[in-house]
């Protein structure tokens, strides 16, 4: 493991995802799914978000975008939450629904808002 790039990834998937969601998950990791997190954290985190070609915010775009066209929703609500987080604008976040509607279908577009909802009304945005 690249211990430097590790600890670039920590701390920007603690400054976009909380650093109590990341330390709980990190906390939780075992024998089985440790490497998994490690990797993760250094690849997706140190690698994919510690460069700085693209902001925070432009990536926390792309992410919402990808994720949702992928359908994985758990993954989608846990990105919205980061997305505020870096400056995406409740606006922002319904142009990138369109988006997703236009590209990957209209059930999944109203699975991206229903969770969103949640999300931006949890974050007081609604």
């Known amino acids: 493991m690249d211990k430097e790039l590790f600890e670039k990834g920590l701390a920007m998937r603690k400054a ?3 650093a109590e969601y990341v330390e709980k998950n990190l906390t939780a990791a075992d024998d089985f799914n440790r ?3 490690e990797a993760m954290t250094q690849w997706c985190w140190g690698f994919g ?3 700085e070609a693209i902001d925070a915010k432009t990536r926390s775009m792309m992410n919402l975008a990808m994720i949702g ?3 994985k929703m758990h993954e ?3 990105h919205c939450r980061g997305a ?3 400056g995406v604008t409740t606006e ?3 142009a990138i629904i369109h988006v997703v509607a236009i590209y990957c279908g209209v059930p999944q577009a109203l699975e991206c808002f229903r969770v969103a909802r949640e ?3 949890e974050a007081g945005r609604l």
Do not use: C, K
Request: net charge negative.
């Open 16 to 18: 976009t995802l909380g």
């Open 35 to 37: 490497p998994f997190q």
């Open 49 to 51: 978000w510690g460069d």
């Open 69 to 71: 066209a992928l359908g």
């Open 76 to 78: 989608w609500e846990i």
């Open 84 to 86: 505020l987080t870096n």
């Open 92 to 94: 922002q976040i319904r």
């Open 119 to 121: 999300v931006l009304e």
